[in-house]
C-alpha cells in the first residue's frame, strides 16, 4: 500500500523559511549580545587606573578582603557596573516601547522631554523641599509622567513630528527650570544637583541602587507580561484596533515605560540619548523587528562601555555617562533627521 506525501504550498514554506532565518538571526543576535555585555561588565570591573583581576574580583565578591582592591571594587567599580546595567536596561526597554507603539525613531523619552521632566521635579525636590533618597524617586517618577501625560494631551492624538516637536519645546522648559533651580542651590547639594545636568553614575551608594531595582524589576516584570501589545503595536493603528488590542492597553505600556524612565533617571539623572540609540541598533541586529530583551542589552552595553570610557578617556578627568551618550547619540540624531529615517509607520 502507498503513502502519499503531503506537499505544502509554496507560500507555506517560504513564510516558514522566512520565520526560521528571523528566529536564527535573533537568536545570534541575543547571545552576541549578552556576551558582549558580559565582556564590558568584566573589563569595567577589572580594567581602569587600578587593575584587579578577574580571580581576585570573584574572591572579594565573595566575601574575601583583599587590602585595596576590596574596597575600590565594591565601593566604585562594581557599583557603577551593577547600576549602569540596570539603568541600561530601563532606559532600552523604555526607548523600545515609546518608539514602537508612536511609530517614530524620534519618540523616545530623551527627546519627547520625559527624562528631563523627572530631571526637574528630582532637582526641585533637593533644592526647594530639601528631600532625598525615595522620595526624589517618586518626585522623578511623578515628573516623567507629567510631562508624558501633558506631551500626550498636546498631541491630540497625533504620534509623529507634533508629538516629537512638542517634547522637544516641553524639554527646553524642563532644562530651564533645573538651570534655575541649580543657581539656587547651596555648596551641600551643588554636587547633588549637578548629577541631573549630565547624567552620572558616580556618587551612587548601593542602598540607593536596591532601591532602585526594588522598584524597577517589578515594572520589568509588568512590562514582560504586556510584550505582547508591543507586537500588535508594530502593525499600526488600524491593524491593532482590528486584533483587539484598544488604545488602553497601549497607553498602559507607555506609562509603564514613563516609570522606567523615571527611576533610571531618578538614580542616574539624564543619560542621554541611551533610549533613543537602544532601538534602531537592537532592531539592526534583529532583523528590524523590536526585541525588548536585545534593545534592554544594548542599553545595558552603551550605558556601561559609555560609563567606562567617560572614567578614564582623559585621565584624572571623570566625565559622566551622560556627556558620552550625548557625543554618540546627537550624531545619530542628526543623520536620521538628514536621511529622513525617522518615521516608523503611520503617523
Known amino acids: 500500500m502507498s503513502t502519499v506525501t503531503p506537499t505544502l504550498d509554496p507560500p507555506i514554506v517560504a513564510v516558514r523559511s522566512a520565520r526560521r532565518r528571523v528566529a536564527r538571526r535573533t537568536t545570534y543576535a541575543l547571545s552576541g549580545l549578552t556576551v558582549v555585555w558580559v565582556a564590558v561588565f568584566l573589563v569595567r570591573i577589572t ?77 526641585f525636590g533637593i533644592v526647594v523641599l530639601g528631600q532625598s533618597g525615595p522620595v526624589i524617586s517618586a518626585l522623578a517618577v511623578a515628573g516623567a509622567l507629567g510631562v508624558a501625560l501633558t506631551v500626550r494631551a498636546l498631541a491630540d492624538g497625533h504620534n509623529g513630528y507634533r508629538l516629537v516637536l512638542l517634547g522637544i519645546g516641553i524639554s527646553a522648559v524642563m532644562s530651564a527650570v533645573i538651570q534655575y533651580l541649580f543657581t539656587r542651590v547651596d555648596e551641600f547639594n551643588a554636587t547633588k544637583v549637578l548629577q541631573w545636568l549630565g547624567g552620572s553614575l558616580s556618587n551612587v551608594d548601593w542602598r540607593a541602587i536596591g532601591l532602585f531595582f526594588a522598584l524597577a524589576v517589578p515594572v520589568v516584570g509588568a512590562i514582560a507580561w504586556r510584550s505582547k501589545v508591543l507586537r500588535v503595536a508594530e502593525l499600526g493603528d488600524d491593524l491593532r484596533a482590528g486584533l483587539g ?57 552603551i550605558v556601561v562601555l559609555g560609563d567606562h570610557i567617560g572614567a578614564y578617556l582623559l585621565g584624572d578627568i571623570n566625565l559622566p555617562v551622560g556627556i558620552i551618550t550625548g557625543a554618540i547619540g546627537a550624531p545619530a540624531l542628526i543623520w536620521l533627521i538628514a536621511t529622513g529615517r525617522t518615521a516608523r509607520g503611520s503617523r
Open 47 to 123: 580594567q581602569g587606573d587600578f587593575l584587579i583581576s578577574l580571580p581576585d574580583a570573584v574572591r572579594i565578591i565573595l566575601g574575601a578582603e583583599i587590602p585595596g582592591a576590596s574596597y575600590i571594587l565594591m565601593e566604585s567599580k562594581l557599583p557603577r557596573a551593577v547600576l549602569g546595567t540596570g539603568v541600561g536596561v530601563a532606559l532600552g526597554l523604555a526607548g523600545a516601547i515609546f518608539q514602537t507603539t508612536l511609530h517614530n525613531e524620534l519618540a523616545s523619552p530623551d527627546i519627547v522631554g520625559v527624562t528631563l521632566g523627572a530631571s526637574a521635579a528630582a532637582v
Open 245 to 301: 488590542a484598544g488604545p488602553g492597553s497601549v497607553d498602559a505600556l507607555i506609562a509603564l515605560a514613563v516609570i522606567l524612565a523615571g527611576l533610571a533617571t531618578a538614580v542616574a539623572g539624564p543619560v542621554a540619548f541611551v533610549a533613543f540609540l537602544t532601538g534602531p541598533i537592537s532592531r539592526a541586529l534583529t532583523g528590524g523587528r523590536t526585541r525588548l530583551v536585545a534593545a534592554a542589552l544594548v542599553g545595558a552595553v
